[in-house]
């Protein structure tokens, strides 16, 4: 059934605040709630159903809350036992993983990767979320561009700065292309990502 609510939406809501609870958005003092809430409005906005949005929702709980009181595994356990396992198995496959399949640490650049190759084997949900945690982080990320005078604050957010930045949002979207989503939030995300990459070849030829 498609809603813009529910009272399952409205408990996942209220389980991601508590455990995003006092984390703020990169280089903001914006609630990090915002983010999940905004990634859930997009796909209600496509007509997604409750189960999509809630995975969207609560999409970063395991990749961003491990703290004392939770360890990853404690986390997965808990949203499987509240939101169900296909919930648990969307989230999963839009989270980064810090080691591999036998145990050994993957680096920033080869959990990127490996991000990417899960996306082949992801549900349809799965490439829906990502499609919309993208869509509002770039989306957001191109806003606060336009507004600023100094676009190197905004830059600084990010770990590598301007040009690994957009080169991970074009990969996304190509890789969700090459991989055959064609949700019409493609359509949308695109211009997004390339204008992200307009923007990086103007702030160069400022130099």
Request: with cysteine.
């Amino acid at each position: 059934m498609i809603t813009g609510y529910s009272d399952r939406i409205n408990h996942a809501l209220a389980f991601a605040a508590k455990h995003h609870d006092q984390q703020v958005r990169k280089g903001t003092r914006l609630p990090y709630l915002t983010h999940p809430a905004n990634v859930a409005i997009i796909l209600t906005r496509y007509g997604c159903d409750d189960q999509v949005v809630v995975a969207g929702i609560l999409h970063d709980v395991i990749e961003d809350c491990v703290r004392e009181a939770y360890t990853r595994d404690m986390l997965e356990q808990r949203l499987g036992d509240k939101f169900g396992s296909q919930v648990l198995d969307t989230v999963l496959s839009v989270t980064y993983r810090r080691t591999d399949d036998d145990g050994v640490e993957l680096s920033h650049d080869e959990r990127r990767d490996d991000y990417l190759e899960r996306l082949a084997l992801a549900s349809d949900s799965a490439r829906w979320v990502c499609a919309a945690d993208k869509l509002h982080n770039a989306g957001s990320l191109l806003a606060d561009l336009r507004r600023t005078i100094d676009p190197a604050t905004v830059w600084s957010r990010f770990s590598g700065g301007r040009e690994p930045t957009i080169r991970w949002y074009r990969r996304v979207y190509d890789r969700l292309a090459e991989i055959g989503f064609t949700g019409e939030i493609m359509r949308e995300l695109e211009p997004v990502v390339v204008a992200l990459e307009a923007s990086a070849e103007d702030s160069a030829r400022a130099v």
